[in-house]
């Protein structure tokens, strides 16, 4: 039987289709495992997170410049950091399905789903899957499956293959020359521009470097819609520091990401957990975890690379990347932020869809998202198709439109018209009705509480700048 979380989130993925926020993507020809394609109202809702993420790291810290690197870079790069050797994971077949998993996260999905968060026996049986993974006993991980008698969710057999390592990394045939990479992390384009952007923005120690940028992965376990694809975006930023100062700007880092995502939601939704399990290219590490309808899972990971990069750059590139300050050189500390666009959708997408039952007893569907993420700002519309209210209507819009995100809307009577704004999430309404004619004034109607009150034309692109700008949650974050 589905639970009512399974049920939520089969709504979820369908309202994202039906109201164009998500597709699958190549949907016409059958569509393609873990990729995805933004609509129409996804991709305003995906440039408002990153314009809220760009302004909150670059415009509030006057000391982070932002980037943006290419995706295909000289393969010798990959060697450098690591990825060509060590980004790998683990991968098992069932020999029935033909379907192929992560056996890691078979076993994290099932403690997940089986066992209460503090439970005893779901802390032992984490601890061996860690311990597991560490010592690289894969034929114990085996043993482990077998022994939580865990099936193929598809066969519902336990007919599985040995498990085996696997690199996740795309890679691209270059003809005759040397194979290209598909970038894993938008990170390292950051690290290689560290001597370029110090030089030409004049940057001092401590300092750092932000972009928005795709990534991809060749992900095996992909499932629950766009938490984990194999194209993705990154928003990454590298706080270039001396090694002195490392426990300083890790924690300051760490309690600035935790801010920002409670001021886009509820404190009951986020928790800060340290890695027990670190990148290759981590000293130190921590998750913040949203609380997903599946559970909770990693949105952003908040590292401290050390010198790992620079140093292993400075080796393979044969170029110094060292500061030198107070008559000493020396390569610094990188304590990284890294957040997934995607999966800040998802989550603000699965807390603020909501079904709500109003007092006449009929259910409203309604995304409640915080007003300065909303794709579409506020919407026009005429009470009626005539007399003249279409016009004066297009006519506001039409001013409006060049500082805001509108839409005008006559298609349906009034009542659908909220509806259908409500569960694409507009703030607000305002309707053109015949005291229009005589008074300058529409109608305002709020959407989550749905008042309405009568406002002055004249005043409309205030109010909308006031309600639904970045300026007070950015101020938040001062
Ligand atoms: N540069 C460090 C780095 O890439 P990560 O923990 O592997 O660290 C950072 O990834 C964030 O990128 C994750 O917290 C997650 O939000 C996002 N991410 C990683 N893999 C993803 C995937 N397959 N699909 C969607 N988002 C992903």
């Known amino acids: 039987m589905k639970k009512c979380n399974d049920h939520f989130f089969d709504f979820l993925v369908s309202h994202a289709k039906i109201y164009g926020f998500i597709f699958p993507s190549s949907d016409i020809y059958g569509g393609l495992n873990a990729v995805y394609d933004y609509g129409p109202y996804g991709v ?26 290419s995706i295909l870079m000289n393969s010798e790069i990959w060697n450098a950091s690591g990825h060509v050797k060590k980004f790998n994971e ?77 690199n996740m990394m795309f890679k691209i045939k270059n003809e005759s020359r040397k ?66 100062e490392e426990n300083k700007w890790y924690e300051y880092w760490k309690n600035f990401r935790l801010k920002w995502h409670l001021i886009l939601g509820n404190k009951a939704n986020y928790q800060l957990r340290d890695h027990d399990d670190l990148a290759h290219y981590a000293s130190a590490g921590a998750d913040i975890e949203y609380h997903f309808p599946f559970g909770f899972k990693e949105i952003e990971g908040i590292h401290s690379r050390r010198d790992f990069d620079l140093k292993n750059h400075e080796f393979f590139s044969k170029k110094k990347l060292r500061v030198y300050e107070h008559q000493k050189n020396y390569i610094p500390y990188v304590i990284e932020t890294s957040l997934g666009l995607d999966r800040t959708f998802l989550a603000l997408f699965s807390s603020f869809l909501k079904k709500e039952k109003l007092k006449n007893g009929t259910i409203r569907i309604v995304l409640k998202l915080p007003y300065y993420l909303s794709p579409i700002k506020a919407a026009i ?16 819009f039409n001013y409006l439109k060049i500082n805001h995100k509108l839409i005008y809307d006559q298609k349906e009577s009034i009542g659908k018209l909220y509806r259908r704004q409500d569960a694409i999430g507009t703030p607000l309404c305002f309707t053109v009705d015949y005291e229009t004619i005589e008074k300058n004034t529409v109608t305002m109607r709020y959407r989550d509480s749905m008042e309405q009150k009568r406002v002055c034309i004249k005043d409309i692109s205030k ?16």
């Open 381 to 396: 519309f005429p009470l009626v198709r005539k007399d003249g209210l279409p016009e004066i209507a297009k006519k506001i």
């Open 90 to 166: 683990l991968l098992i077949d069932n020999k029935d399905s033909k379907k192929r998993y992560r056996p890691d996260l078979l076993i994290k999905d099932y403690v997940d789903k089986n066992f209460s968060k503090n439970s005893k026996k779901k802390e032992n049986i984490l601890y061996r899957l860690f311990e597991s993974l560490r010592k690289k006993d894969f034929l114990d991980l085996r043993i482990l499956l077998n022994e939580l008698n865990i099936c193929d969710p598809i066969s519902k057999t336990k007919n599985w293959t040995k498990i085996r390592v696997f």
């Open 179 to 244: 194979d290209l990479f598909l970038r894993p992390e938008t990170a390292q384009g950051i690290f290689c521009n560290f001597h370029n952007v110090k030089k030409s923005n004049r940057m001092k120690i401590p300092f750092g470097i932000a972009q928005v940028g795709k990534s991809f992965r060749n992900e095996i376990f992909s499932s629950k819609f766009i938490f984990r694809m194999r194209e993705f975006e990154q928003m990454e930023m590298q706080f270039f520091i001396h090694p002195k």
């Open 44 to 69: 305003e809702l995906k440039n408002n997170i990153k314009k809220f993420w760009w302004k909150s790291m670059t415009h509030l810290h006057d000391n982070i410049v932002g980037i943006d690197t």
């Open 463 to 478: 109010i909308i700048e006031e309600e639904t700008g970045l300026d007070k949650p950015l101020r938040k974050l001062l």
